[in-house]
């Protein structure tokens, strides 16, 4: 049942079990993942730490937090491709590396912050090899995830949740003639 009832001298009541919404009678589930969830007759209205909801919205996203984070890279095509389309939120925009092997973007998330998980939406000039990477120091790297094919468009790199600043994509090989080129770079809370 979605309910858990108690009979307290004498007084029968229901109130739905956590992660359920309604009047202890009749519940139905939170959307999982989405929302905190509430014990009671709470309803589902907040939501968990690591997403957000824009006001007059019932979803939440996941908060993206390279997202306006000051970023660098080994190389820029021109300035309408500059390192900061990549973490600037829109997937009409983004970053392309001159046409070379060898190139990299790095994210300074400001801090330090729990991470386990990266995601890369890919222009059709994708990494073929590549590793994610994350520091606390932007001097001692750790291998997060490597990748040697030309996989699908959005590349996602899940690890143990780790504490980093700065996270790096270090792209070695392209799948195509033209440059890395990256619509969206995304880190995620676990």
């Known amino acids: 049942s ?13 109130a739905c079990k956590a992660g359920y919404t309604g009047n ?15 014990i ?10 690591g997403y957000t909801s824009t006001v007059g919205s019932s979803n939440c ?3 993206n937090y390279a997202n306006g984070k000051s970023v660098s890279a080994s190389s820029t095509q021109k ?3 500059s390192a900061s389309k990549a973490v600037d939120g829109n997937t009409g925009t ?3 590396s001159s046409y070379q092997n060898n ?10 912050i729990l991470i386990s998980r990266v995601e890369i939406v890919w222009e059709v000039a994708k990494g073929k090899a590549f590793s994610i990477e994350g520091s606390l120091d932007d001097s001692t ?4 995830c490597t990748n040697s094919n030309c996989g699908s468009a959005t590349y996602t790199c899940n690890f143990s949740p780790a504490q980093y600043r700065y996270v790096k994509m270090s792209g070695s090989t392209r799948c195509t003639q033209y440059g890395f080129s990256i619509w969206e770079f995304r880190v995620y809370l676990p």
């Open 2 to 14: 979605d309910a858990a009832c108690s009979d307290t001298d004498g007084s029968f009541t229901c």
């Open 24 to 38: 202890g009678i009749s519940c139905s589930a939170c959307p999982a993942n989405t929302y905190k969830l509430h």
């Open 40 to 49: 009671g007759n709470a309803s589902c209205n907040a939501c968990n730490n």
């Open 61 to 63: 996203d996941l908060i």
């Open 79 to 81: 300035a309408s491709l």
């Open 94 to 96: 983004r970053w392309g």
């Open 103 to 112: 190139q990299w973007l790095k994210v300074d998330l400001g801090a330090s």
């Open 141 to 144: 790297w750790t291998s997060l």
